[in-house]
């Protein structure tokens, strides 16, 4: 087990260090024990909301004094741990929080692949405040593109920029689109340009880390949640791939909303911009299989999770295989 050496310094005093990250791991693992006990129920706000409680009860135990900024819930009226919810015990660093205990709720409730709980934290101020847009346009590849492309340049272009840094024919070249109607002309382009499309129903959380990580994914396109391309952000930046993204409003009243709080919309924001510091971390655990991590898993005496974890300031990057005796779990087991 890894320790850190203490400093005096008020800095090191206040900001996460790396005993943070399996705390963080056991707070998803909790969120997709009790998540994935709906999987295929069809009931995707029961799954979300047992997925909340025990992601909730699990946070008040790590040791920070963490205020969630990126929440989820508000824009589907589901369950939520909401903005501004102050979480963990209180005795550590000021951290700002961000959570989705079940990314691809649907996906959950109809026992689909790529469902995740997510958890990212990052040094107080540091992640992106979006004003209420609840999507923007966003672009992800790995590390070897990422110095190459831009949001702003065609999506031909893009794809062939990606191809060069990859030493790979434009026809080998995946992206992962979410399947959307909004997407019909973005898929077209894609096609023309020769490069194949991978849909995905739900959950871009995981589609962005498969592109910046390269796990049969070249590069994800297309309009996603904005706090979903946040938490991606914080993932990303221990990988060493690129996440760019655009704010999207929904609607005029929302445009005018994002201009008033002094957003450019035309601005394309990177990485750095998402998440302003290094020293940020990831954590997730499958719900359900998927490209990234295996689903969860239940027999008579255990309950089987598959997770990562993730530290930018290192660029380490953990896979955690689990087992959980069910008698322990009894609490997140019933429903």
């Known amino acids: 087990m890894e320790t850190t050496v203490n400093s005096e310094s008020p800095s090191n005093l206040t900001a996460p260090d790396r005993n943070l990250a399996l705390e963080l791991v056991r707070v998803t693992e909790a969120a997709a024990i009790a998540g994935g006990r709906w999987v295929g129920a069809g009931d995707k706000n029961r799954a979300d909301g047992a997925a909340v409680d025990a992601m909730r009860s699990f946070m008040d135990t790590v040791r920070m004094n963490g205020t969630v900024v990126?929440?989820?819930?508000e824009k589907d009226e589901a369950p939520m741990l909401f903005n501004g919810e102050k979480?963990?015990?209180?005795?550590?660093?000021?951290?700002d929080v961000a959570v989705d205990p079940i990314d691809g709720t649907r996906l959950t409730a109809m026992g689909y692949d790529n469902a995740l709980a997510v958890f990212a934290v990052a040094e107080r101020g540091s992640m992106y405040d979006p004003s209420a847009v609840f999507y923007m346009d966003k672009m992800v590849v790995g590390p070897e593109?990422?110095?190459f492309v831009d949001l702003r340049l065609p999506v031909k272009q893009n794809i062939n920029l990606v191809a060069k840094a990859l030493g790979k024919p434009v026809e080998q070249v995946t992206v992962?689109?979410?399947e959307r109607p909004r997407h019909e002309k973005l898929v077209e382009e894609i096609r023309a340009a020769g490069a194949r499309v991978k849909f995905i129903m739900d959950g871009d959380v995981a589609g962005a880390i498969a592109a910046a990580r390269g796990t049969g994914v070249d590069m994800l396109l297309g309009a996603g949640g904005t706090p979903e391309g946040i938490v991606a952000a914080?993932?990303?930046k221990a990988t060493g791939g690129m996440i760019q993204g655009r704010?999207?409003?929904k609607d005029d009243e929302e445009k005018q909303k994002a201009i008033d709080a002094g957003h450019d919309l035309d601005r394309v924001l990177t990485t750095d911009d998402l998440v302003t510091t290094d020293n940020c971390y990831f954590a997730a655990t499958g719900i359900t299989h998927g490209d990234l991590l295996r689903g969860v898993r239940y027999d008579k005496d255990y309950v089987h999770t598959h997770s990562i974890v993730m530290r930018a300031t290192s660029g380490t990057v953990r896979f955690v295989d689990a087992e959980h005796r069910v008698e322990k779990w009894d609490r997140w087991l019933k429903g």
Request: charged share 15%; proline share 8%.
């Open 247 to 249: 704010l999207a409003p």
């Open 87 to 95: 979480v963990g015990d209180g005795s550590g660093p000021d951290v």
């Open 234 to 236: 914080c993932a990303i």
């Open 145 to 147: 593109a990422a110095d």
């Open 70 to 73: 990126i929440g989820e819930g």
């Open 176 to 178: 992962c689109v979410l």
